[in-house]
C-alpha cells in the first residue's frame, strides 16, 4: 500500500478516512447550498418591475407552470386550419359557435356590445322553479369544481382584473367576515376553454343550482355568465347577472398579430373588454394556490405570467383600493 497523508505506512488511518468524509460531506453540502440558493434567487425575479408587495406565503407557493395544464404554452394561438368551435344549448338544442375567425377577432372588441342578445342555455321554468328551491351553491364552491374539470382536461382559465388584485392585495376572494370583496369572479378563458364550460351547464344545473348564458355578437360568443339560480330574475338584456351569489364570468382571449405585422402573433386581446396585451405578461400560465377564507378546501388557480407588472399597467399603485376599474379597447404597453 503507498501511504498518503494519513496513512503511516502502517495500514488505513481511522482517523483519515473520518478526516476526508467529513472533508467530501463538507463540499457537497456546500454545493447544495449554492444550487439552492441560485433556485431562490431564480424564483424571485419572476416578478419584475413590481411596487415591491409582499410575499404571498398562501398564495404563491410556486410559479412554476402547470405540469401539461398548457400545450402549447399559449393556448389562444389557433391553428390556420383550426376548425369551429361548437357547443349546445341545454334549453333547445341550439348550436353557439365559439369564434375561431381571425379576422373577425381582430375587429370585435367593443364591449358591453351584444346586438345578438343575451341567450341562456337552461330554460326559463328550470331557472325560476330550481330558484324557488333556494340552497344554491356558493360560488367559491363552484369555482372551485370548475377549476379542476378544466385542468384535468389541460384547459386554460386565469384569474382576471379585480380578482386578480384581490387574491395578490388581500390574499382572498373574500374579506375577515367572509363576505365577498367583489361582485363577481373574472376569468380569462382560451377559445377550447369557453367551450369546455359550456359543456358543464347540465351538471351545474344538477350539483350547485347554477346556470349560465351565454352574449351573442354576429352569432358568435363573446363572453360567457355563470351564475346561481337562486334569487336570479331571468333578463335578455346585458348586464351583470345578478342571484344569492357573486357571478364567475368568462371573456374569451385570443393571440393577434401585431399591428402592422400580420406575422408576429404576440399581442393577447380579450374580445368582450377589447383590452389587448403584450403576450409575455400573460403567457405561460402560472399556478398560484389560494388558502381562502371562503371555502376549507385550497383553491388551484391559475395566474398570468407576470402578474404584478400587469396590474400596474392596468390600475397604476394597485396595492392602494380604489374604484378604478381597466378602461376597455386599452392597448397595454409594458
Known amino acids: 500500500m503507498v501511504p498518503t497523508s494519513d496513512d503511516d505506512g502502517n495500514g488505513p488511518n481511522p482517523l483519515g478516512l473520518e478526516r476526508k468524509c467529513l472533508t467530501n460531506n463538507v463540499f457537497l453540502l456546500g454545493s447544495l447550498v449554492f444550487v439552492l440558493y441560485n433556485l431562490i434567487g431564480s424564483f424571485e425575479m419572476t416578478y419584475p418591475n413590481t411596487t415591491s408587495p409582499p410575499l404571498q406565503r398562501q398564495l404563491i407557493l410556486r410559479k412554476d407552470l402547470f405540469p401539461n395544464v398548457v400545450s402549447p404554452s399559449n393556448p389562444t394561438r389557433l391553428s390556420p386550419n383550426m376548425a369551429k368551435l361548437w357547443f349546445a344549448s341545454n334549453a333547445d338544442e341550439r348550436k353557439y359557435e365559439v369564434p375561431t375567425d381571425m379576422e373577425w377577432i381582430k375587429k370585435y372588441g367593443r364591449g358591453l356590445d351584444a346586438d345578438g342578445g343575451v341567450r341562456y342555455l337552461t330554460n326559463r321554468t328550470w331557472i325560476e322553479t330550481r330558484g324557488k328551491q333556494g340552497n344554491c351553491a356558493g360560488a367559491l364552491q363552484v369555482f372551485n369544481w370548475i ?19 384581490h387574491i395578490h392585495r388581500e390574499e382572498d376572494f373574500v374579506n375577515k367576515l367572509g363576505k365577498f370583496i367583489d361582485d363577481d369572479i373574472d376569468l380569462w378563458a382560451s377559445p377550447e376553454t369557453v367551450a369546455h364550460v359550456a359543456t358543464l351547464e347540465r351538471q351545474l344545473n344538477s350539483k350547485f343550482g347554477w346556470t349560465m348564458r351565454c352574449f351573442v355578437h354576429d352569432d358568435k360568443v363573446v363572453l360567457v355568465q355563470i351564475f346561481a339560480s337562486c334569487e336570479h330574475t331571468v333578463s335578455s338584456r346585458a ?17 393577434i398579430p401585431r399591428q402592422g405585422n400580420e406575422t408576429q402573433y404576440d399581442v393577447v386581446k380579450d374580445i368582450w373588454r377589447g383590452t389587448e396585451f403584450p403576450e409575455h405578461l400573460i403567457f405561460p400560465v402560472g399556478k398560484a394556490t389560494l388558502t381562502s377564507g371562503g371555502i376549507e378546501e385550497p383553491l388551484d388557480l391559475q395566474i398570468p405570467n407576470h402578474p404584478f407588472q400587469l396590474m400596474e399597467c392596468l390600475y397604476g399603485n394597485w396595492m392602494v383600493p380604489s374604484s378604478k376599474h381597466a378602461s376597455n379597447h386599452m392597448k397595454v404597453v409594458c
Open 239 to 255: 348586464g351583470k347577472s345578478k342571484s344569492s351569489q357573486p357571478g364567475i364570468e368568462l371573456y374569451p382571449m385570443y393571440t
Open 147 to 165: 377549476m379542476k374539470q378544466v385542468i384535468e382536461k389541460n384547459g386554460c382559465l386565469m384569474v382576471a382584473y379585480g380578482q386578480l388584485i
